[in-house]
């Protein structure tokens, strides 16, 4: 019988460049040795936030040190404004001034944040650096840690500078979510849902009998983190560059995304994870307004995003929206664009999401208008 304690390995498939996801109890502790177990001699720079180098810093480092690899940290500001070009130079400028080899590596251990915008930098010095992920937000853990998009925002809009490249390995040390706090655990659970609504209705309704239970820890978190893991690592695998599928992902973060722009990256109204909750929603209302879903299976998405007490309206973000030619805007600068058409992730019903080209936009700003004072 296989040792519930015992970590959980998810392999990303990609060729040359495929990857392990560990996800268990005590992986900070053996981060050293499963480091230098890969890459002997390798010198390392540790890219962190604030938060989580006051919780776990400290053990990472020594555990480096433990396995004799050499750590440079490098502690930001926490929050969604990190992600920004000055940030960018910080860390490049880090890494460069700790003398690191382009067969070295950049550790982030952080959430989504401090993923994204490491692996920016791990992906441009000395034209590309090794690159590990210890994620250690539930968001991190299940989602921005594995599949190589990297980046920061931009005034025109979320994510809209960045390169894709992939980490080398992923740590997810599930002891860290017991410092995460419940607003950042309740964001994270915003995209496990989503591997459910994308096409597995089974783990959606999973969620719904179990959601306290991946709340609460034990053996039910592990399995909602390794399902989203094999989910994303499938995706991920049969389209890296996002050229078709991969687009699923993005359910919910058109609408998301334009909601972060929106509201300024002010990760004190609103954070990712939550614009993906009201997006999602939106999503699904959406789709039923276009008559290719039924209103109750949006209804069963907001109740269930609802009951474990994620946003799920726009009215939910408090201090207001810019004018709904603003929320346009930033909808038109989606990455998905194709010619100026607009792509959206639609559904058919709860795990039947597909990848609708050419939405007309005036329809989009109808249904805006509409649902921003509801
Ligand atoms: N690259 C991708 O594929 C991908 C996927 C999803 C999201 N993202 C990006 O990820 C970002 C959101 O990530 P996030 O939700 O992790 O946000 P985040 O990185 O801002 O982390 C959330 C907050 O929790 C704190 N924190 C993290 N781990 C902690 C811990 N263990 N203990 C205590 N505090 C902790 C952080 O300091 C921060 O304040 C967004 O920028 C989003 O665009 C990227
Ligand atoms: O990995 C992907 O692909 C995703 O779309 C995952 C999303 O959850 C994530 O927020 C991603 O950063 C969005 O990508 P973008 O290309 O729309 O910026
Ligand atoms: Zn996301």
């Known amino acids: 019988m296989t040792d519930p304690t015992s970590p959980r390995t998810v392999r990303v498939d990609l060729g040359e460049r495929s990857y392990d996801i560990v996800i268990g109890s005590g992986l900070i502790a053996r981060a050293g040795a499963e480091i230098a177990a890969r890459r002997p001699g390798i010198r390392c720079a540790v890219i962190t936030d604030r938060n989580v180098a006051a919780a776990h810093l400290d053990s990472l480092v020594a555990s480096l040190a433990d396995a004799g690899v050499e750590a440079a940290p490098l502690v930001l500001e926490p929050g969604e404004k990190t992600k920004r070009f000055d940030e960018l130079v910080r860390v490049c400028d880090h890494v460069l001034g700790a003398r690191l080899e382009r067969g070295d590596a950049v550790v982030a251990l952080g ?71 419940i607003r950042e655990f309740r964001a994270g659970y915003a995209e496990v849902a989503k591997y459910g609504l994308i096409d597995r209705p089974g783990f959606f309704a999973w969620l719904e009998a179990n959601w306290r239970e991946v709340f609460s820890g034990g053996p039910a978190r592990i399995e909602a983190i390794a399902t989203a893991c094999q989910a994303k690592a499938e995706v991920v695998a049969a389209d890296e560059r996002e050229s078709g599928a991969r687009a699923l992902l993005n359910l919910g973060h058109t609408f998301g995304h334009a909601l972060e722009a929106a509201t300024n990256y002010d990760s004190a109204r609103l954070v990712h994870g939550e614009g993906v909750a009201i997006g999602m929603v939106l999503a699904h209302e959406f789709s039923a307004r276009m008559n290719l879903a039924s209103p109750d299976d949006a209804a069963r998405v907001a109740h269930h995003l609802r009951e474990v007490g994620l946003p799920t309206r726009m009215s939910d973000i408090e201090g207001g929206l810019p004018p709904t030619d603003i929320l346009m805007t930033h909808v038109a600068q989606d990455k998905k664009v194709r010619r100026g058409a607009l792509t959206f992730i639609l559904t058919r019903g709860i795990g039947q999401s597909f990848i609708a080209d050419d939405v007309p936009g005036d329809e989009v700003f109808r249904f805006l208008e509409d649902k921003r004072a509801s």
């Open 111 to 181: 959430g989504g944040v401090i993923g994204d915008l490491a692996g920016f930098a791990a992906g441009i010095v000395r034209r590309g650096m090794r690159f590990v992920q210890v994620p250690t937000s539930l968001l991190a853990q299940v989602d921005s840690s594995v599949g190589g998009k990297t980046g920061i925002n931009s005034g025109h809009g979320k994510n809209l500078i960045g390169v894709f490249h992939q980490p080398e390995l992923v740590l997810a040390d599930t002891d860290v979510l017991d410092t995460l706090p």
